[in-house]
């Protein structure tokens, strides 16, 4: 293989990863963590959360605070490994052909 055919095959790889980068980030990722809705895009952006009414302890608000915190490093870690699969298949031997 030459260098123009090397570098064009460099090229489109890239292009393929960065579409389906753009898809990641439009993608919506939901999180449902004891009553706690979260929905983010692929960008770790936070589209909506919501709260179920029983959770609502004025007495209480390390509760919720907790639950939407841990909803939220899940939906990070959702998205983050949404993007590490992604590298895997494009890099070393895992080139897609």
Known sequence: MNINEMLKKAKRL???M??????IEKK?????????E????GTR???????NEALIDP????LIQDLVMLA?????DKINEAY???GDRYSGSGLPM
Not at 38 to 41: E, T
Not at 72 to 76: K, S, T, Y
């Open 14 to 16: 890239q292009d393929e």
């Open 38 to 41: 979260l929905v983010m895009f």
């Open 59 to 62: 007495d209480d608000p390390e």
């Open 45 to 51: 952006k936070i589209k909506e959360i919501k709260i």
């Open 72 to 76: 939220v490093n899940e939906g990070i």
């Open 84 to 86: 590490d699969e992604l």
């Open 28 to 36: 919506e990722f939901v999180i449902t963590k004891q009553g706690i």
């Open 18 to 23: 960065s579409k389906e980068e753009h898809e």
